[in-house]
């Protein structure tokens, strides 16, 4: 049996990050509608009406990151100002004090692999990961919407970095796939594909066909918008209604 003082802190620490899980604030998105409208509509509530907001933008899955950068200013233009992070060029202090000030992380799309290579060897993932549960609302597309899982094997990315970090921000117990289309060929593709994960990992993968919008607020998770389906270990994969809660 545990000391009474250490059991106290035991069960503060365990209280205090269920309590933490439960301010969780995330939008998540297979692809970020025309001129970004998806990642607005989400991004909105957070910034409207806030003096000074600020959004972290973290476009550390792509190689040109700069061929966006004015694209999304211009969507942010009347809610936020936009702050870039650039894990090559700043300090991990610089990128930690971004999104200390921020009011919204906003992580588009790209190669999932090299956005989770950059953000551990930067430094940001355990900082990241402690600001989103702390209730930093966080808002991101396909790269952005995988690196939320337990880890990233669910990308169909290559790993052209040539990282060995494969886990994720896991701050849902969901892995993502981005991109699942609709016709009954190539889903049947991409479930094969995706059974296989489930020989080696046992939580479930929810697929994001494009213009859907998965929602995580505190410990819930519900599509909000769009097609998306569920793929559980032993079961046949499940479609998911709109406001409806997922479950594990």
Same mark, same amino acid.
Request: aromatic letters at 12%; proline letters at 4%; glycine letters at 6%.
């Given at each position: 049996?545990?000391?009474?003082?250490?059991?106290?802190?035991?069960?503060?620490?365990?209280?205090?990050?269920?309590?933490?899980?439960?301010?969780?604030?995330?939008?998540?998105?297979?692809?970020?509608?025309?001129?970004?409208?998806?990642?607005?509509?989400?991004?909105?509530?957070?910034?409207?009406?806030?003096?000074?907001?600020?959004? @972290?933008?973290?476009?550390?899955?792509?190689?040109? =990151?700069?061929?966006?950068?004015? @694209?999304?200013?211009? @969507?942010?233009?009347?809610?936020?100002?936009?702050?870039?992070?650039?894990?090559?060029?700043?300090?991990?202090?610089?990128?930690?004090?971004?999104?200390?000030?921020?009011?919204?992380?906003?992580?588009?799309?790209?190669?999932?692999?090299?956005?989770?290579?950059?953000? #551990?060897?930067?430094?940001?993932? #355990?900082?990241?990961?402690?600001?989103?549960?702390?209730?930093?609302?966080?808002?991101?597309?396909? =790269?952005? @919407?995988?690196?939320?899982?337990?880890?990233?094997?669910?990308?169909?990315?290559?790993?052209?970095?040539?990282?060995?970090?494969?886990?994720?921000?896991?701050?849902?117990?969901?892995?993502?796939?981005? #991109?699942?289309?609709?016709?009954?060929?190539?889903?049947?593709?991409?479930?094969?594909?995706?059974?296989?994960? #489930?020989?080696?990992?046992?939580?479930?993968?929810?697929?994001?066909?494009?213009?859907?919008?998965?929602?995580?607020?505190?410990?819930?998770?519900?599509?909000?918008?769009?097609?998306?389906?569920?793929?559980?270990?032993?079961?046949?994969?499940?479609?998911?209604?709109?406001?409806?809660?997922?479950?594990?």
């Amino acid at each position: 049996m545990l000391p009474e003082f250490q059991f106290g802190e035991f069960f503060y620490s365990v209280f205090q990050l269920q309590w933490l899980k439960q301010l969780m604030h995330l939008h998540l998105f297979s692809s970020p509608g025309d001129d970004l409208s998806y990642i607005i509509e989400a991004s909105r509530a957070y910034l409207e009406d806030k003096p000074n907001a600020t959004v @972290a933008y973290l476009p550390l899955a792509s190689l040109y =990151a700069e061929r966006w950068l004015a @694209a999304t200013e211009d @969507a942010f233009k009347n809610l936020a100002q936009v702050e870039t992070v650039n894990a090559e060029l700043m300090t991990q202090r610089e990128i930690e004090d971004i999104i200390r000030r921020c009011s919204l992380v906003y992580v588009p799309g790209g190669n999932t692999f090299l956005l989770n290579h950059r953000l #551990h060897v930067s430094g940001l993932m #355990h900082f990241l990961r402690k600001k989103v549960q702390a209730g930093l609302p966080f808002v991101g597309f396909s =790269a952005g @919407a995988i690196i939320c899982g337990p880890n990233i094997l669910t990308s169909r990315d290559m790993n052209t970095v040539g990282t060995s970090h494969f886990d994720g921000l896991n701050v849902t117990p969901f892995n993502f796939f981005a #991109h699942y289309v609709l016709d009954d060929h190539g889903q049947s593709l991409h479930d094969e594909w995706l059974s296989d994960y #489930h020989f080696f990992n046992d939580n479930p993968v929810i697929m994001l066909c494009d213009g859907s919008h998965v929602q995580v607020e505190g410990k819930k998770t519900t599509l909000i918008r769009g097609e998306a389906w569920i793929l559980r270990k032993d079961q046949e994969k499940a479609k998911l209604d709109e406001g409806q809660a997922i479950t594990p």
